[in-house]
T-cell receptor
Framework: AQKITQTQPGMFVQEKEAVTLDCTYD???????LFWYKQPSSGEMIFLIY??????QNATEGRYSLNFQKARKSANLVISASQLGDSAMYFC???????????????FGRGTQLTVWP | GAVVSQHPSWVICKSGTSVKIECRSL??????MFWYRQFPKQSLMLMAT?????????EQGVEKDKFLINHASLTLSTLTVTSAHPEDSSFYIC????????????FGQGTRLTVV
């Protein structure tokens, strides 16, 4: 089973509007972290926001907020006041707790291509 | 945030040759680095986990003799694609943690490999 599911291959939003990018996850580990990364066409991975499984409040970082619904296993990214520079691929990722050599590895979704138009 | 420097950013090589990609943590020590591969318009898939001073751990299906990983110091991990073939053309990117695996993961700039 997929550990991270992003069901939106592409999203379009008008400049200055808000947009929500969906992400659901699957894990049986009680300790995990959820991440969102932005990947522009240059390929670099830019960290946006992090939510820990035990965090009581939704994470926020500037224009980015994470709508964390633990019971539904969803971690949607909300971008407020979209800007043209937000156009990029967005990846949701999860890191599970636990021990072993794969501790720290990230599982990525397939990504959502966001296009912001004027 | 912490800096991970990856070189080269792009490389073109002939079939049958080997290519080395370097990943350096510039302002932190990384006992573990992760190497991912990304095909065009696809997700990042973990290839291997690089451990300083010990053998790398490879994901199922990844040929360890083809993708040689060396992590000789706390600030440098290298991935060598040996006897490269066109199907090895891909985007390779490394990642490390600055403050243990429960902190933020930082990524290198990535290397776009084209084998002709």
């Amino acid at each position: 089973a997929q550990k991270i599911t992003q069901t939106q291959p592409g999203m379009f939003v008008q400049e200055k509007e808000a947009v929500t990018l969906d992400c659901t996850y699957d894990t049986s580990d009680p300790s995990y972290g959820l991440f969102w990364y932005k990947q522009p066409s240059s390929g670099e991975m830019i960290f946006l926001i992090y939510q820990g499984s035990y965090d009581q409040q939704n994470a926020t970082e500037g224009r980015y907020s994470l709508n964390f619904q633990k019971a539904r296993k969803s971690a949607n990214l909300v971008i407020s006041a979209s800007q043209l520079g937000d156009s990029a691929m967005y990846f949701c990722a999860m890191r599970e707790g636990g021990r072993g050599s794969t501790l720290g590895r990230l599982y990525f979704g397939r990504g959502t291509q966001l296009t912001v138009w004027p | 945030g912490a800096v991970v420097s990856q070189h080269p950013s792009w490389v073109i090589c002939k079939s049958g040759t080997s290519v080395k990609i370097e990943c350096r943590s510039l302002d932190f020590q990384a006992t573990t680095m992760f190497w991912y591969r990304q095909f065009p318009k696809q997700s990042l898939m973990l290839m291997a986990t690089s451990n300083e001073g010990s053998k790398a751990t490879y994901e199922q299906g990844v040929e360890k003799d083809k993708f040689l990983i060396n992590h000789a110091s706390l600030t440098l991990s290298t991935l060598t694609v040996t006897s490269a073939h066109p199907e090895d053309s891909s985007f390779y990117i490394c990642s490390g943690y600055s403050s243990g695996v429960y902190s933020e993961a930082f990524f290198g700039q990535g290397t776009r490999l084209t084998v002709v």
